[in-house]
């Protein structure tokens, strides 16, 4: 059974940073991606950023450009998110996603982390 616990987040003012984490397990479990999703009160979620799990590449959403960075740790099965610069548009719950085939769809999701930035 595979899981995506999610962590790190919490009140920050606008300006500030965070760094959300994101461990995943499974015995077999080997991701090909895992990405970072939003999805403020009201809205669809909404695609942040997604790391290929064997090469590190990544890409973003044009909205954190410059401001987030994904990263992986391989032997600590985590991901993470560090979120610098933070605006109050950055509010949403945060959620962690994981892909066993690049070009698939998203198998698994974690239980989301609530990010609250304050003007």
């Known amino acids: 059974q595979v899981q995506l616990v999610e962590s790190g987040g919490g009140l920050v003012q606008a300006g500030g940073s965070l760094r959300l984490s994101c461990a995943f397990s499974?015995?077999?479990?080997?991701?090909?991606?895992m990405g970072w999703f939003r999805q403020a009160p009201g809205k669809e979620r909404r695609f942040v950023a997604t790391?290929?799990?064997?090469?590190?590449?990544?890409s973003y959403a044009d909205s954190v450009k410059g401001r987030f960075t994904i990263s992986r740790d391989n032997p600590k099965n985590t991901v993470y998110l560090q979120m610098n610069s933070l605006k109050p548009d950055d509010t949403a719950l945060y959620y962690c996603?994981?892909?066993?085939?690049?070009?698939?769809?998203?198998?698994?999701w974690g239980q989301g982390t609530q990010v609250t930035v304050s003007s």
């Open positions: 790391i290929i799990w064997g090469a590190g590449f990544t």
């Open positions: 499974g015995r077999t479990f080997r991701p090909a991606t």
């Open positions: 996603a994981a892909k066993t085939s690049v070009l698939g769809s998203w198998d698994y």
